[in-house]
Nanobody, 111 residues
């Protein structure tokens, strides 16, 4: 079993930044793919960013150039640095480690 604890969400003004963290514990050895998804009210959950083997990354077109996913192996933590935030980035953000999902953290972009 894997436990994921997310943090870093909150309220930010348009143009601002937030960094989400996802700390993993439990049976995480062998898991090489991590990611972030989001779900806005009334919309389907969508892919945001992914990282494989701590090095290979990919992003949704809507966040390319603004968001950066990274991994700290020593801390078993995955991060999502979000810059130049827009109101349309408002959503609950979920991290994934392999097949496991975090509980979600709310990000609200509003003036």
């Amino acid at each position: 079993q894997v436990q994921l604890v997310e943090s870093g969400g909150g309220l930010v003004q348009p143009g601002g930044s937030l960094r989400l963290s996802c700390a993993a514990s439990g049976s995480i050895s062998g898991i090489i793919a991590m990611g972030w998804y989001r779900q806005a009210p009334g919309k389907q959950r969508e892919f945001v960013a992914g990282i494989i083997s701590g090095a290979y990354t990919n992003y949704a077109d809507s966040v390319k150039g603004r968001f950066t996913i990274s991994r700290d192996n020593a801390k078993n933590t995955v991060y999502l640095q979000m810059n130049s935030l827009k109101p349309e980035d408002t959503a609950v953000y979920y991290c994934t480690w392999g097949q496991y999902w975090g509980q979600g953290t709310q990000v609200t972009v509003s003036s």
